[in-house]
């Protein structure tokens, strides 16, 4: 402790051999009290104001209360067995938070605001830390890499915002972050901003979500009231509240550089449609995290290598966002060349791409090289558009539902030919559930009393809901004509002209419960 104490300054110190204190001199024909203001406004400067104070003790109460928060203000009486005192103390209790006493030396050594700080305040902040979740690892990380945070009078306010009027429901681990990187003056008015995003309409319900999925530091701290102003407004046009809930994170933009160019790339893309724009954000709010280059960069690809016209470009965008995503050299590129050496032009690319935007985004060596091997496998054609059209389909299903598919309709007495077949003319059968086209399958078997030949004609019999459409319809049509019935015109019919078909019928009678026909 002796070590300990020989760090600490001697706020006595002489400048000559006398046993009295000298203190420092204060000019006559400058007021003091403007001085005193200025010394005191800046923390860093805290181990100069015990000799400044000692030479105007009449002054000091009313300063500490004007400039300093009650806890961290110096005492008028300070020794320098007051400090010793107050710095065993300090000792312990960073003891106590697993900071060893070489650490503690540095800390007090490098920080003389901390050094010349009372514990019981010290005590009190790190108590209140600890009231936002802010314990064991995380706190000692926090003090021994900033421990201004223990003495730092903008600190409190801060503490009792996040407390307080937000329930404590800003997660511990955001917290730290936010302390560790921004100056403490930067978070003077935090609790203002937070409010300014209640006020443009966030829920005050939702405020701690969009708060715990944001970079505090550069989204609300380093950004004045004006600018967060003016990116709600700008957003105002697509949906502010709704984009930045579902993305907190684009508050963490620039607005002139970053927010304003990128979304002028979809909006011209568009050709001027806010509304249009605002749809692809709020579905992907995301997409702004993309430079201007390289949206435009992709635009320019789709453009050129595929022949798309913007209107096409953009309604791609629409259904399927994420073809920003997608690498322009591993994905684009080789996909939409494949479409190509299969006999595609450009609008059927277009076509293709509206009915299966998943084509550019699933993973080659995962996903489309397998379901490629099986389609090749049970016989269709590499390089043909029935392959493309195939691959489209299969697109949104996985590989282990197509495999189950191929392999139930194998069970069935159906060959790989009929396979190919049925899906040339409905290629949405390769990727239905298998459970659901079995119950189907054997309902139109057992109950129909039909061959499973019969769906090389109609293979759309698949598509149809069991329950309201093929057995509603069945039994409906079965009291009118019989068993015999076509398939296609049993289920392909709209409701509305099936049920005045069912009307006009003069053979459709009901029963009453007595048995006679009404």
């Known amino acids: ?90 000792f312990s209790l960073f003891q106590g ?13 490098k920080n003389p605001s901390l050094r010349l700080a009372s514990f019981d305040c010290v005590h009190e902040r790190v108590c209140s830390l600890e009231s936002l979740g802010i314990n064991g690892v995380a706190l000692y990380s926090l003090i021994t890499k900033c421990p201004d945070v223990l003495t730092a009078p903008e600190i409190d306010p801060l503490i009792s915002f996040i407390r307080d009027d937000l329930e404590g429901k800003i997660e511990p681990a955001q917290i730290c972050r936010l302390l560790k990187a921004a100056e403490p003056r930067f978070l003077v008015g935090f609790d203002g901003k937070v409010r300014l995003l209640v006020h443009h309409g966030i ?33 105002s046009r697509f949906g502010a509240v709704d984009i930045i809930i579902k993305r907190p994170a684009i508050l963490n933009y620039d607005l002139e550089s ?93 076509r293709f791409l509206i009915k299966a935007p998943l084509f550019l985004g699933l993973s080659f060596e995962e996903n489309l090289v397998y379901k490629l091997s099986l389609l090749v496998k049970i016989g269709y054609q590499y390089r043909t558009r029935e392959l493309a059209i195939a691959m489209g389909a299969v697109t949104r299903t996985s590989c282990e539902n197509l495999q189950k598919v191929i392999g139930l309709f194998l069970s069935y007495g159906l060959s790989c030919e009929d396979i190919v077949a049925m899906s040339n003319k409905h290629p949405q059968i390769l990727q239905y559930n298998p459970t659901s086209l079995k119950e189907k399958i054997e309902y139109l078997i057992e109950d129909m009393g039909r061959e499973v030949d019969e769906l090389l004609a109609f293979p759309a019999f698949l598509g149809y809901k069991l329950d309201d459409r093929i057995k509603h319809r069945y039994e409906v049509k079965k009291k009118i004509i019989g068993e015999g019935m076509s398939l296609n015109k049993l289920l392909s019919v709209s409701t509305e002209r099936f049920s005045r078909r069912k ?16």
């Open 258 to 350: 970053q927010l304003i160019p990128r979304v002028r790339v979809l909006v011209e893309l568009s050709g001027g449609d806010d509304a249009a724009t605002g749809v692809v954000l709020r579905k992907l709010p995301a997409i702004v995290r993309y430079s201007e280059e390289h949206l435009g960069g992709h635009v320019e690809f789709l453009r050129s290598f595929a022949g798309l016209s913007d209107q096409e470009i953009f309604k791609i965008v629409c259904v399927f966002p994420n073809v920003f995503s997608a690498s322009k050299e591993r994905k684009l590129n080789p996909r939409i060349d494949f479409l190509k050496q299969c006999g595609l032009n450009s609008y059927d690319i277009f």
């Open 503 to 518: 009307k006009k019928d003069p053979a459709h009678t009901t029963e009453n419960p007595s048995g006679s026909k009404g």
């Open 1 to 90: 402790m002796a070590a300990l104490l020989s760090l600490l300054p001697n706020p006595f110190s002489s400048s000559s051999s006398s046993s009295s204190p000298s203190l420092p001199s204060v000019p006559i024909n400058t007021p003091a009290t403007p001085q005193f203001s200025v010394a005191l406004s800046a923390t860093s400067h805290l181990h100069n104001w015990v000799s400044v104070i000692n030479a105007s003790i009449t002054r000091t109460s009313q300063l500490k209360t004007l400039l300093l928060p009650k806890c961290f203000a110096i005492n008028s009486t300070i020794s320098s067995s007051d400090v010793f005192n107050d710095t065993g103390s300090l």
């Open 203 to 235: 829920p005050q319900e939702r405020i701690a979500h969009v708060l715990n999925n944001v970079n505090l530091t550069r989204a609300i701290c380093l950004k004045s009231a004006e600018e967060i102003e003016k990116t709600f407004t700008f957003l």
């Open 97 to 109: 938070l697993g900071v060893d006493e070489r650490e503690v030396e540095l800390l007090l050594n």
